[in-house]
């Protein structure tokens, strides 16, 4: 993946995030709307299953309820990996002027500053999606314009940094998932061709096991960096609900972490990971394939202009 410009890593980055959001969006809704179930704060949506939460968004929303949310989710997904691809080729680049030598720790260490200096630009965009999808009927904002100005007015520039802290903590995610990837992907050699994706489709069983091990790969991958990290997914949302009058408790990060623990133990941090594992782990395997052929099509147009 090292060898194309930042600029072609951006634009497969961003147009491969854009297609699998989109796609998965409705057990991003799901998702969220589980996690945040303990209905504290307004009247945001209390499930105690995944059957339930889409039983109980049909019947109140109809499909447009697994939907709310999809255009910022895209944008912020589109920014994201737009932006942390080329950072982390980036910064890998500048790691590695000295010294070829591979090593896990500065490819960590070259994830994560992509990560953080990511999450300064599309934390803002997230947490409008967030509250976008946790709302019920017409009530609330009627778009992202609307959530901006309306947060804008309400709560100022710290409306929009809400579970910021937990955030920048998820960063580690991105760089277990990045790190993850690319030693799997060398490991299978595999980068593919529009030469080699001809032969693919004129020879699907031959070449099976070589698709099967790449998506092993990131699979695999995406699993181990979900578990890790999913109880700061759970604070995040919870701590990004939008404030109804009076003191909203969900104040920092230990506060929030403390009372999740108080009412439902240890379960309190992994509401919603089965919605969560349906869609980030095909997503995440998707992805990444959806990366490479954009890289290798970018690459092809390239060597012709």
């Known amino acids: 993946m090292g060898d194309a410009s930042p600029g072609v890593h951006s634009l497969a980055g961003a147009f491969a995030g854009a297609a699998q959001t989109a796609f998965w ?3 991003d809704v799901l998702k969220t709307r589980m996690q945040v179930r303990d209905g504290t704060v307004g009247s945001v949506h209390a499930y105690s299953s995944l059957r339930k ?6 019947h109140s929303e109809g499909p447009r309820g697994f939907f709310r949310g999809v255009c910022a989710n895209v944008a912020g997904s589109t920014l ?21 030598e591979i090593l896990a720790a500065k490819d960590s260490a070259c994830s994560l ?7 300064v630009v599309v934390h803002p965009v997230f947490l409008i999606k967030t509250r976008l999808q946790l709302q019920r009927g017409q009530a609330g904002y009627r778009g992202i314009l609307h959530a901006v100005t309306t947060i804008a007015g309400e709560e100022g520039l710290q409306g929009f940094y809400r579970g910021f802290v937990p955030s920048l903590m998820l960063s580690s995610h991105g760089a277990i998932l990045l790190v993850a990837y690319e030693p799997c992907a060398e490991r299978v050699c595999f ?10 489709f004129l020879f699907q069983d031959r070449f099976k096991n070589k698709f099967d091990s790449v998506l092993l790969a990131s699979g695999s991958a995406k699993v181990f960096a979900t578990v890790a990290t ?29 009372l999740l623990w108080q009412r439902n133990g240890v379960t309190a ?4 990971i089965l919605p969560q594992m349906m869609r980030t782990v095909p997503q995440s395997m998707a992805f990444f394939s959806i990366y490479e052929y954009a890289l290798t099509a970018l ?6 202009s």
């Not at 939460?53 to 049909?58: E, M, R």
């Not at 500053?113 to 999450?119: C, D, K, S």
């Not at 061709?193 to 693919?200: D, L, V, Y």
């Not at 700061?232 to 408790?249: A, D, K, N, Y």
């Open 113 to 119: 500053a992509a990560g953080l200096a990511t999450n």
């Open 191 to 200: 980068v593919p061709t529009p030469r080699f994706i001809i032969a693919c």
């Open 269 to 272: 941090f992994y509401r919603g």
């Open 53 to 58: 939460a889409v039983l109980s968004t049909l």
């Open 299 to 304: 690459r092809f147009l390239g060597t012709k």
């Open 25 to 27: 969006h409705p057990l």
């Open 80 to 100: 994201s990996w737009g932006l942390q691809m080329p950072l982390y080729q980036h910064f890998k680049a500048i790691a590695y002027k000295e010294s070829k």
């Open 230 to 258: 999913y109880p700061l997914q759970v604070i995040r949302s919870v701590m990004q609900q939008r404030p109804t009058g009076g003191t909203f408790e969900y104040s920092n990060i230990f506060r929030t972490g403390q």
